[in-house]
């Protein structure tokens, strides 16, 4: 299995509902990632668990809230969120370093806050 | 300053031809690796090819090769015979010495459009 799988792909929410993102992976890979994507722009680093635990957090709002359950789950909760929140949520996974090939993506969600 | 560097925000070329697509990159680091991404307009991001900056030889995966100059700090995507489904977003990223998270970075994309 060489996928990251993504669920919802697609989410719409009202501004004072909380919603979950889900992230699962079962390539053994002990990093893992969410990046928020605005169109048109590369993707930026929003959390990082390492053998699942948060090594990175790069000053998000508490609004979002990570979650890894286990090594092959990533959760990213959300919780009254503003329309500028809009965005791709992109997470991905890797070896925690050294291996070649980068991360590996899923297909994101699409996230639109109204 | 910018670590990643794509000076072509838009590129056109015409199906079966091919196409270079630039990338710069800023490092004090030995140790590095250059990895390029596409991302089609259904958001997935697929990795396409790798470079190490101790290889010798450029990498090349089918019908994508990477052109990497050391020296002049470039690792420009070259695709052959486009194709209509290569019409996407095109990302040169870094990692800077063996660690992922902080040390991964996006350069800000070249959108690429193939004309029948």
């Known amino acids: 299995d060489t996928e990251v799988t993504q669920t919802p792909k697609h989410l719409v929410m009202g501004m004072t509902n909380k919603k979950s993102l889900k992230c699962e992976q079962h390539?053994?890979?002990?990093?893992m990632y969410w990046y928020k994507q605005k169109a048109k722009k590369p993707p930026e680093l929003m959390f990082v668990y390492s053998y699942e635990k948060l090594s990175i957090n790069e000053s998000v709002p508490s609004r979002f809230s990570p979650e890894c359950p286990n090594s092959s789950l990533l959760n990213l909760h959300l919780h009254a969120l503003q329309p500028e929140d809009s965005a791709l949520y992109l997470c991905a996974s890797s070896h925690p370093m050294g291996e070649n090939y980068g991360y590996t993506f899923g297909s994101g969600t699409r996230l639109t806050v109204v | 300053a910018q670590k990643i560097t794509q000076t072509q925000p838009g590129m056109f070329v015409q199906e079966k031809e091919a196409v270079t697509l630039d990338c710069t990159y800023d490092t004090s680091d030995q140790s590095y690796g250059l990895f390029w991404y596409k991302q089609p307009s259904s958001g997935e991001m697929i990795f396409l090819i790798y470079?190490?900056?101790?290889?010798?030889q450029n990498a090349t995966e089918g019908r994508y090769s990477l052109n990497f100059q050391k020296a002049r700090k470039s690792a420009n995507l070259v695709i052959s015979a486009s194709q209509l489904g290569d019409s996407a977003m095109y990302f040169c990223a870094m990692r800077e010495g063996d660690n992922y998270g902080q040390n991964f970075v996006f350069g800000p994309g070249t959108r690429l459009s193939v004309l029948p």
């Open positions: 390539m053994g890979h002990r990093a």
């Open positions: 470079q190490g900056s101790y290889d010798e």
